[in-house]
C-alpha cells in the first residue's frame, strides 16, 4: 500500500537522500507522529512551504527548528515527559508548533475550544490533569479567573500567544536559543481531543501516533485524489479532528497548509482563488453556509484548482451534496469517521451522485460490523449500530474506564451512530443510537425525517427529536429554517413527508427558528431542541 500511495501522491519526490536518513533513524526509535514530519521535510527540502498564515510564509525548515527551540524552552520550564498541557487556540500555526514541541518532549497536547466557559474550561483542565496551559492572548481574563479553580496548573505556567500579556513570557520568549537537539526514542507524546459533547461531559480520547496511525492516514489518502503538491485550506478548528487530520495528512505528503483563523464563506472563495487551493476540510453546516451564497458571487471567483472537497463531522443532507458538485463540479468527497475511530468510510462524486447523503465504502484497513442490541450482526438493508476496528482507534478515554468499555465490544470500537448497508455494498448514517425515537413501538430513525425535509425546496436545515408522549410514548417534533425569502407552512411540510413517508415518520408538532443551535464544529446540539420550551405548531 505504502508503495502504491507514494506513488499515485507523488511524495517520493518530496523525500530526497538526507529525509530518507532521518526517516530511517526516527523509525529505528519508533518515532511517527506529527514532530516526525518536520524532521523529515525539514531535512529534504527545508525550503518548501509548509503553512501560510495571514500573509506569512512558514517553510518546513524553519518551522522544524522553531519546534526544537520550543521544546528545549519547555524542558527548561519544567515540562517533562508525561506532563499535558491545554491548547486553547484559534486557528493558527502555533497549534501545531506548539503540539509538536510537547510531543517532542513525550508530553501530551489537550486540544480545546477558545469558546470554552469558565467551568468547562476548569473540566478540562482538571479532569485532563494539565499542568500548563496555552491560549489567546486575549482571553486571558477568562484564564486569571479560573486559575484559582485549576488543581495542577500555576499561573508560571500559563502562555499567551498571538500577543502580550502583562507579567507572562510570551512564546517568542519561550523559544531557547540552544542547538537543536536529536530525535529520542521517547520523545512521540499522545495528543487528547476531547469530544464536542453534544450530550453530557465531554470525553478525551487519548490518541498515540504509532504506525497504524500513518498506515490508516495512507489508506485514506489512496482513495482520494490528495497530491504532494497539494495546497490545502483549514477552515474547521484545529483543536477538532477534522481540521487537525486533514492539515496532518497534507504535511505528510509534504504539501502546504493554508490557514483562515475562522470560517467565513466569501473568504473562503476568495482564499481558493489567491491560493490556489487544491482540497479542503468542511463540515456540512459550514457547507451549507457556503453554497447558500448567491450565484453572482461564486461566479466572481475562479475555484478551479479544487480537488477535493472533504466534507464529515455531522450527517451529509443529500440535496446539499448534490448543490455543491453543481457548483464546483464532482469534487466532494463525503468521510465518516470520529475522534475516536479515525477515519472509517468515504463516499467519492460517483457514490454521492448515484446515492446523495451516503457516507460510501470502508477505507482499506477498516472491518465493520452493524450489530443490533443482542449484538448480532444485522443482514443487509437492516439498521444496526456501528462497530469498526482498525490501526486509528484511540487508547480509549482519559481516566475513564467505563466510558471505554461501554464504548467497546470483542475489539470493535462504536461512538453510537446507527447505520444501515445498501444493496449497493453502500454505507448510510441513519442516526445516533440517543437519538433514535420510539413511538408506538416503532423504532424511528430521525435522519431519514431530516434528509426528506432538506429535499423540500424552501427548507434550509432541519432537525427532528422525539418528546414525550402520554399516548405513543413518544412523538415527533420537527425544528426548521426556511431559506432566505422562502416561506412554508407546517401544512405545506407535513404534506411534503406524507407523500413519501409512512404515518408514523411525520412530525406532529413544527416549529420554526431562524437558526439551530449547534458547536463549533457544526454538530447539531439536539440537547438544546430537547429543552426548548415554546408552542409548537400542531
Known amino acids: 500500500m505504502y508503495t502504491r500511495v507514494a506513488?499515485?501522491?507523488?511524495?517520493?519526490?518530496?523525500?530526497?537522500?538526507?529525509?530518507?536518513?532521518?526517516?530511517?533513524?526516527?523509525?529505528?526509535?519508533?518515532?511517527?507522529?506529527?514532530?516526525?514530519?518536520?524532521?523529515?521535510?525539514?531535512?529534504?527540502?527545508?525550503?518548501?512551504?509548509?503553512?501560510?498564515?495571514?500573509?506569512?510564509?512558514?517553510?518546513?525548515?524553519?518551522?522544524?527548528?522553531?519546534?526544537?527551540?520550543?521544546?528545549?524552552?519547555?524542558?527548561?520550564?519544567?515540562?517533562?515527559?508525561?506532563?499535558?498541557?491545554?491548547?486553547?487556540?484559534?486557528?493558527?500555526?502555533?497549534?501545531?508548533?506548539?503540539?509538536?514541541?510537547?510531543?517532542?518532549?513525550?508530553?501530551?497536547?489537550?486540544?480545546?475550544?477558545?469558546?470554552?466557559?469558565?467551568?468547562?474550561?476548569?473540566?478540562?483542565?482538571n479532569h485532563s490533569g494539565s499542568s500548563a496551559v496555552f491560549f489567546e492572548h486575549e482571553l486571558w481574563p477568562t484564564i486569571r479567573a479560573t486559575l484559582p479553580d485549576f488543581k495542577l496548573l500555576a499561573e508560571s505556567n500559563c502562555f499567551p500567544v498571538g500577543g502580550d500579556v502583562p507579567g507572562r513570557p510570551s512564546l517568542e520568549e519561550l523559544h531557547d536559543v540552544g542547538e537543536p537537539g536529536p530525535a529520542r526514542k521517547d520523545e512521540e507524546g499522545t495528543v487528547v481531543i476531547y469530544t464536542s459533547g453534544t450530550t453530557g461531559k465531554p470525553k478525551g480520547a487519548v490518541r498515540k501516533f504509532a504506525s497504524g496511525q500513518l498506515e490508516g492516514f495512507f489508506a485514506f489518502i489512496g482513495e482520494t485524489p490528495m497530491r504532494a503538491d497539494d495546497r490545502h485550506l483549514t477552515i474547521c478548528p484545529l483543536y477538532h479532528s477534522t481540521g487537525l487530520g486533514f492539515a496532518g495528512m497534507t504535511m505528510i505528503l509534504g504539501g502546504t497548509v493554508v490557514i483562515l483563523r475562522e470560517f467565513d464563506p466569501e473568504l473562503t472563495l476568495r482564499t481558493i482563488e489567491r491560493e490556489r487551493i487544491t482540497t479542503l476540510a468542511i463540515v456540512p453546516t459550514m457547507l451549507h453556509r457556503w453554497m447558500a451564497l448567491p450565484d453572482a458571487v461564486f461566479a466572481k471567483y475562479d475555484t478551479s484548482s479544487l480537488r477535493a472537497i472533504f466534507c464529515g463531522g455531522a450527517q451529509l443532507p443529500g440535496p446539499l451534496a448534490l448543490r455543491t458538485m453543481e457548483r464546483l463540479g464532482p469534487v466532494l468527497y463525503n468521510f465518516?469517521?470520529?475522534?475516536?475511530?479515525?477515519?472509517?468510510?468515504v463516499a467519492n462524486p460517483a457514490e454521492l451522485r448515484a446515492a446523495p447523503g451516503t457516507i460510501g465504502h470502508a477505507v482499506p484497513g477498516n472491518d465493520i460490523r452493524l450489530l443490533d442490541e443482542s449484538g448480532h450482526e444485522v443482514k443487509r438493508g437492516d439498521v444496526g449500530e456501528l462497530f469498526v476496528k482498525n490501526s486509528m482507534i484511540v487508547e480509549g478515554y482519559h481516566a475513564d474506564a467505563d466510558a471505554t468499555r461501554a464504548s467497546m465490544r470483542d475489539g470493535y470500537f462504536s461512538v453510537g451512530d446507527l447505520a444501515m448497508q445498501d444493496d449497493a455494498g453502500r454505507y448510510h448514517i441513519v442516526g445516533r443510537q440517543r437519538d433514535m425515537v420510539i413511538s408506538g413501538g416503532v423504532n424511528i430513525y430521525p435522519a431519514e425525517i431530516e434528509e426528506t425535509l432538506h429535499q423540500h425546496p424552501a427548507v434550509s436545515q432541519a432537525a427532528v427529536i422525539g418528546v414525550p408522549d402520554d399516548e405513543w410514548g413518544e412523538r415527533l417534533?420537527?425544528?426548521?429554517?426556511?431559506?432566505?425569502?422562502?416561506?412554508?407552512?407546517?401544512?405545506?411540510?407535513?404534506?411534503?413527508?406524507?407523500?413519501?413517508?409512512?404515518?408514523?415518520?411525520?412530525?406532529?408538532?413544527?416549529?420554526?427558528?431562524?437558526?439551530?443551535?449547534?458547536?463549533?464544529?457544526?454538530k447539531i446540539l439536539k440537547r438544546e431542541l430537547r429543552a426548548w420550551d415554546g408552542v409548537p405548531t400542531g
Request: hydrophobic share 40%.
Open 7 to 125: 506513488w499515485q501522491t507523488g511524495i517520493w519526490r518530496n523525500v530526497n537522500a538526507r529525509g530518507i536518513v532521518v526517516s530511517t533513524t526516527l523509525l529505528a526509535k519508533g518515532a511517527s507522529g506529527p514532530s516526525a514530519i518536520f524532521r523529515i521535510h525539514g531535512a529534504s527540502h527545508p525550503e518548501r512551504p509548509a503553512f501560510i498564515f495571514e500573509g506569512r510564509t512558514h517553510t518546513y525548515g524553519d518551522f522544524n527548528d522553531r519546534i526544537d527551540r520550543l521544546a528545549a524552552g519547555l524542558r527548561k520550564r519544567g515540562i517533562r515527559k508525561g506532563d499535558s498541557a491545554v491548547l486553547m487556540l484559534k486557528n493558527r500555526p502555533e497549534c501545531i508548533e506548539i503540539g509538536s514541541a510537547l510531543s517532542r518532549l513525550g508530553a501530551s497536547g489537550v486540544s480545546v475550544s477558545w469558546r470554552s466557559t469558565p467551568a468547562e474550561l476548569t473540566y478540562l483542565v
Open 336 to 345: 465518516y469517521g470520529a475522534t475516536e475511530t479515525g477515519l472509517v468510510t
Open 477 to 522: 417534533r420537527a425544528f426548521i429554517v426556511l431559506k432566505s425569502g422562502a416561506t412554508a407552512s407546517a401544512s405545506d411540510l407535513r404534506g411534503h413527508c406524507r407523500a413519501v413517508l409512512s404515518g408514523p415518520k411525520v412530525p406532529k408538532e413544527w416549529v420554526f427558528l431562524d437558526a439551530l443551535p449547534s458547536n463549533p464544529t457544526g
